[in-house]
């Protein structure tokens, strides 16, 4: 019985490393991994496609490369001349899983290459099941599918999730925006360094201000790219976020930003002291009021207890727990 693959020594040029159907890994930095070829030389053999006027790398595109770095003419490979691509494609994967814990970037990359080869693949019970023996990962299909979500992000946006700017959630939520809009967010996400919470909020301002003011998303965020440039000035970048998100949150909820000017308008006019905070229902949804104080003597009790007294009697606290 013929084996899959037989060892024999290949010389580089004639292998195409522009050929990368099978690439999986976006790793760029093989320092660590020319040092080790330069002291023991290839410890696993890279995995070749014999095709027309060479090979084809199905794994191992970095062990070449290091090799090449280090002057090599030839190099030892598992080459096999199978026809059927889509057993080369699990093959790439499976073994790129086996080097390494493939990163969230490495993983989408894996499913967008094994997509190729199936109809539907997201209803596809056939596709689910070999991305999880390609990628030795669970069959949990919920998260093979934000991997498949994510796989159509824009090319940007995959790099920031290769760098890990992007968590996967929020690239399964940009991925539901056409490309050219996805081309929009890259300018924001390289440039604030925002947690993945205020990632998801932002991308969910964006999409429900479009939708209640019946814009196109590209619209706001041109608003947003304005505000940013109109504020370029401003060092710190947490400042300038929280502008944004600020005048996003105010465009989504203008009920409750007029709620809150005009507490904020009745609150002021009750002129509470420092030591008193008032504070109202979150978004006005409920109906429980707090007062925290603080005081150190019993005679700044009493006196605080008065101030409180006499606001409760004032005409704009009423209005504030009418709401009018």
């Known amino acids: 019985m013929k084996k899959l693959f037989e060892f024999e020594n290949i010389q580089c040029k004639d292998i195409d490393l522009k050929d990368e159907r099978f690439k999986i890994s976006n790793e760029t930095n093989n320092k660590v991994l020319e040092h080790s070829i330069s002291q023991f030389g290839i410890m696993t053999p890279p995995l070749l496609l014999k095709k027309k006027g060479g090979f084809c790398v199905i794994s191992g595109f970095r062990r070449i490369k290091a090799s090449l770095q280090h002057g090599a003419l030839q190099i030892e490979a598992c080459v096999t001349d199978m026809a059927d691509e889509m057993m080369c494609a699990q093959i790439a994967v499976m073994d790129n899983s086996f080097q390494r814990s493939l990163s969230v970037s490495e993983q989408i990359r894996s499913v967008t290459l094994l997509s190729t080869y199936f109809s539907d693949p997201e209803n596809n019970n056939e596709f689910f099941k070999a991305v999880s023996e390609s990628l030795l990962i669970p069959n949990n299909k919920l998260y093979i599918k934000k991997l498949w979500q994510a796989s159509h992000l824009s090319e940007s946006l ?18 539901l925006f056409d490309l050219e809009t996805q081309k929009m967010f890259h300018p924001f996400f390289l440039e604030f360094k925002i947690s993945l919470s205020k990632q998801k909020e932002f991308v969910l301002f964006i999409r429900e201000i479009a939708a209640r003011e019946k814009l ?9 790219s304005r505000m940013v440039s109109t504020h370029r000035d401003l060092q710190d970048k947490n400042a300038i976020f929280g502008m944004i998100r600020n005048c996003l949150y105010q465009r989504r909820y203008p009920e409750i930003t007029v709620a809150y000017n005009k507490h904020n308008d009745l609150v002021s006019r009750l002129k509470f002291p ?34 409180i007294e006499h606001i409760s009697n004032q005409p704009e606290m009423e209005m504030i727990l009418k709401r009018e």
């Open 158 to 175: 995959m790099d920031l999730v290769a760098h890990e700017r992007i968590s996967l959630e929020v690239a399964v939520d940009l991925s």
């Open 216 to 224: 196109m998303a590209r619209a706001v965020l041109e608003d947003v």
């Open 274 to 307: 420092d030591t008193i905070k008032f504070m109202v229902p979150e978004s006005f949804e409920g109906s429980t009021y707090q007062i925290q104080f603080n005081f150190k003597t019993m005679t700044e009790l009493k006196q605080l207890n008065k101030k």
